[in-house]
């Protein structure tokens, strides 16, 4: 009996030991295979025949112990090695690697698998899947504006690869900059005429000259001065205001001028030369016109002007593309003029072709530490109506925070502003996706803009050795794995998405090769129980002869 036992007890040691070489062979099959986890197999002893029984101690004699004969070996476990793979760099956005325990959840044939394998591709439909089986990567799509809706059900992740962004009207525009303190002002103050007028031209000639002028928003005017003769010493002087349009604002108007033996200016009107205010509230003109220097002598007439002694009107502006309810692309411009110590006018203009801006003009006033004191109005808009059938739309104007050193302050630096932002876009198309840590597939259009799309769902669970393998890097739950944890990438689960990577095997060679001799020794040593029993029972049948 006990060389029947032996046999049976090499028969389990080799039949066990080819299970651990079968383990090691699909260890080192899979040593590429891409998020695979390697596998172990453990052996226990088999259950023993008892021999005898012990015996408890008595008075004067010892306690004996249990005779038991081991019936051989069997299969403990075999189980899976769920450490981290390294990670490959392929720089392919949907290819996918899990740092931590979490694994993907895809759909195949209605049914849900899980995968450590993130190598995932758009199909001709926009499904995110397994390149091999198509099996769906399952998780949650953005509403059409950006939103992940909340909670974790799960559902196909579909992306339109046609996909586009309607317009996006521009609402609101932010300013930053500065405005030099010491800027001089933006109107005209002072238009000295100087020069001579040819006394001996004839009765009716006429002598003129014309400079450039502005008002307090910086608009351009030219004012125009012209002496005719009718009479010795004697002229009509006729000054005139047109705008760049050549329409007359201010005047004409004529005045009789005359001088004296010396050539000096004498009187204008009537009365002794003076300098002549020349104003238009309702437009922001108010400049003093002298022409007192201007002389009659006998030398060739040579009029001319200087403006504020030829210094440069305070224009401070920048422009910004705006779009309206069509995706149509406007430039639009704000001017700065300042009209007195630490008070500046502003106005917002387009260009013709592009339409008309209503509401689109008022003052900064600023405190005397730079910082906006008050806004007129208060909280500035501008009404802008495109051309071209778009929808006419309130466009908001922040210049920063009264009080605050944002958006446009006034100090000594010199005057810089610039438009900082604005909220409008044109329609765009789908050109590229992203993937991030958490799992959020975003969006990026040809408008420069991103928005959320989906978001992939992971699975945790609490025995992930009870999965059950079903190829193509798959498992499934079985009986002992309890049930998954679905939730986002984060701090939730432990686990992160890194996009453009996959994660690799965690075989290791040289451990496996390790096992590989330990699973041939221990076959060969129980080959040779087999061979050794077989030689004794060989022996006790040669007993008989």
Request: overall charge negative; charged content about 15%; glycine content about 10%.
């Amino acid at each position: 009996m006990a060389l029947i036992n032996s046999l049976f007890s090499g028969v389990s040691g080799l039949r066990n030991h080819q299970v651990m070489m079968d383990v090691v062979g699909n260890n080192i099959a899979n040593v590429n295979s891409i998020g695979y986890k390697t596998s172990r197999v453990t052996f226990a002893d088999a259950f023993s025949d008892i021999l005898r029984y012990g015996s408890n101690p008595s008075d004067g004699v010892g306690g004996t112990n249990t005779f038991q004969l081991g019936l051989g070996m069997k299969v403990n476990s075999i189980d899976r090695n769920w450490t981290q793979g390294t990670f490959e760099r392929t720089g392919i956005t949907t290819d996918l690697a899990l740092q931590g325990d979490a694994l993907f959840v895809l759909k195949s044939n209605g049914e849900k698998v899980y995968s450590r394998a993130g190598n995932f591709v758009f199909d001709a439909e926009g499904y995110l899947v397994n390149p091999q089986n198509g099996a769906i990567v399952q998780g949650k799509v953005a509403t059409s504006d950006g939103v992940i809706p909340p909670g974790n059900n799960l559902e196909d992740i579909q992306i339109d690869t046609q996909m586009k962004l309607p317009a996006v009207a521009t609402s609101e525009i932010t300013w930053g900059g500065n405005l030099k303190s010491s800027a001089t002002l933006t109107r005209s103050e002072d238009y000295e005429e100087n020069g001579n007028i040819n006394s001996s031209i004839s009765i009716g000639d006429s002598v003129s000259e014309s400079n450039t002028v502005y008002d307090d928003w910086g608009r351009e005017y030219t004012f125009t001065v012209t002496y005719t003769k009718t009479a010795a010493d004697t002229y009509d002087m006729t000054y005139e205001l047109t705008d760049s349009d050549g329409n007359s604002v201010v005047g004409p108007t004529t005045q009789t001028v005359t001088f004296d033996s010396s050539g000096n200016m004498d009187t204008i009107g009537g009365n002794p030369a003076a300098p002549i205010t020349i104003q238009d509230t309702d437009l922001g003109i108010n400049f003093d016109f002298d022409p007192t220097e201007v002389t009659q002598e006998a030398s060739a007439s040579n009029l001319g002007s200087t403006v504020d002694d030829n210094r440069e009107s305070t224009l401070v502006s920048s422009t910004i593309t705006v779009y309206d309810s069509l995706g149509n692309s406007h430039e639009m411009t704000v001017k700065f003029t300042k009209v007195a110590n630490n008070q500046w006018y502003w106005k917002v203009s387009v260009d013709a072709e592009d339409g008309t801006v209503t509401n689109n003009s008022g003052t900064v006033t600023f405190a005397t530490d730079g910082t906006i004191s008050s806004l007129t109005p208060s909280q500035p808009s501008v009404y802008f109506t495109p051309t071209g059938g778009a929808s006419g739309q309130y466009i908001d104007l922040d210049f920063g925070t009264l009080g605050e050193f944002d958006g446009i302050t006034q100090t000594s630096d010199d005057s810089v502003v610039s438009a900082l932002s604005q909220n409008g876009s044109p329609v765009a198309t789908l050109s590229n996706i992203s993937i991030d840590q958490y799992g959020n597939i975003v969006g990026v259009f040809s408008n420069g803009n991103t928005q959320k799309l989906a978001q992939l769902l992971l699975a945790k669970f609490p025995n992930r050795n009870g999965l059950v393998s079903v190829g193509d890097n798959m498992y499934t739950i079985a009986g002992n794995t309890g049930d998954p944890v679905i939730g986002t990438a984060g701090a939730s689960l432990g686990t992160t998405i890194e996009s453009g990577a996959l994660e690799q095997s965690n075989v290791d060679l040289s451990a496996e090769f390790t096992k590989m001799i330990v699973a041939q020794r221990g076959f060969q040593a129980n080959a040779r129980v087999i061979t050794v029993s077989d030689t004794l029972l060989q022996e006790v049948t040669n007993l008989v002869r």
